[in-house]
């Protein structure tokens, strides 16, 4: 069962980083031609800024989160317990991972809510020419923030796994790739 979550978690936190890479290209691709169009024929692309700010950026912030979390590359700061036992670091890895759960979940739900909304009112960001829905980038939120928890999720069951067993294991090892300090 673990072992189907974990592969679930990482297919998903792959999909949603290239769909995050392909995201950042196109707006790469859309920002130059519009400064070039700007400036060559004083005629830019209606609706650039928008397509920046709804899309592109929210997308650039959160599709990677999941993907991160997996190969351990968030931020963490682990000072405190550095120099603590194996099976002491594993625990308090444990209850940190339980914490980041609750946060990605509280967090994915209040997202669904505004996601439900905002959809249901057909929100729209007005451009010089025509209006922008904005509704289905709230969505972005949600699939990053339920893509985040359930790496989490894989993360948790596998590092309970090895505390239950009673093995000492490089907590690297167990939620994602090599962390330096641990």
């Given at each position: ?30 920002i130059?031609?519009?400064?070039a ?5 004083g ?61 990605a ?32 980038s ?7 923030g339920?893509i ?35």
């Open positions: 069962m673990i072992a189907l979550i974990d592969r679930i978690a990482t297919l998903a936190a792959r999909a949603a980083l290239w769909l995050g890479a392909i995201l950042l290209l196109l707006m790469a691709f859309h130059t031609t519009d400064v169009m700007r400036n060559l024929f005629k830019p692309i209606a609706g650039t800024l928008e397509f920046g700010t709804y899309y592109y950026m929210v997308a650039a912030s959160f599709l990677a989160l999941g993907y991160a979390q997996l190969h351990d590359r968030n931020i963490s700061v682990d000072i405190l317990v550095f120099s603590a036992p194996a099976r002491i670091r594993m625990f308090v890895e444990f209850i940190a991972l339980i914490i980041t759960l609750i946060y979940v509280a967090f994915t739900y209040a997202s669904l809510i505004v996601a439900l909304e905002k959809t249901r009112k057909g929100e729209f960001a007005l451009t010089q020419y025509f209006n922008l829905a904005t509704w289905p709230r969505w972005i939120l949600v699939v990053s339920a985040f928890a359930l790496v989490l999720l894989a993360q948790i069951l596998r590092l309970a796994s090895v505390l239950y067993k009673g093995q000492d294991r490089r907590i690297a090892d167990l939620v994602g790739d090599r962390r330096g300090s641990i």
